[in-house]
């Protein structure tokens, strides 16, 4: 019974030593709030778990990319279901994934998966408006601040890793964090 338990506890919680970082990032409204996200840079790739199984949506609706950032760990899809009523387009060019999906209407969904860390900015052929960004990480230890900047990061692995903040144009060095096997950290990226 006891290494039942000990086996379960990975499959529910994530890491079986893992630790909470919190802290607060600047930022200037919800909005900016929006397009911020908070993640630690690498873990060693042998305690990754699986991608999730289920595709993340981003939407198109009002001609615009919803949410406009959107973290994803590596191997996750996409779904870029169009909520509006015309018709839109998604495309890239990055480095990281190029791809076009061509012209779509509205319901109709496109999957397309992510398998290399790094920025992927996407846009709609026909709204020069429309932009965004899908920021595919090496690992699912991520998360988005509150309004006011402030932030959680639950069931990150102990060990000490680099803590970074992304923003679209914000160019900020990670900072240490040691994340202890139980408990919480705080920590100022
Ligand atoms: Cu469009």
């Known amino acids: 019974m006891k290494l039942a338990a000990a086996v379960l506890v990975p499959l529910l919680g994530g890491p079986a030593a893992a630790g909470t970082v919190k802290g607060k990032v600047s930022v200037e409204d ?26 993340v949506k981003l939407s198109q609706r009002w001609a ?8 994803v760990f590596k191997g996750s899809s996409v779904d870029f279901t169009n909520d509006d009523f015309v018709m839109h387009n998604v495309f890239s060019k990055s480095k990281v994934k190029t791809f076009d999906l061509g012209l779509y209407a ?22 020069p408006r429309m ?3 899908i920021l595919v990480l090496q690992n699912p230890y991520f998360t ?21 903040v992304y923003r679209p144009g914000l160019d900020k060095a990670p ?15």
């Open 30 to 55: 919800a909005q900016e709030a929006a397009r911020t996200v908070v993640y630690i840079e690498e873990v060693p790739e042998s305690s990754l778990p699986a991608p999730p199984a289920a595709p």
């Open 64 to 71: 615009r990319f919803a949410p406009g950032v959107l973290p």
């Open 106 to 127: 509205k319901e109709q969904a496109k999957v397309v998966k992510f398998d290399q860390p790094g920025a992927v900015e996407i846009f709609c052929s026909i709204h």
């Open 131 to 133: 932009s965004g960004v």
């Open 144 to 164: 988005q601040p509150a309004a006011d900047g402030s932030f959680t990061l639950p069931n990150v692995p102990a060990g000490e890793w680099k803590l970074r």
């Open 175 to 189: 900072v240490s964090v040691k994340v202890p096997a139980k408990g919480t950290v705080e920590a100022s990226p």
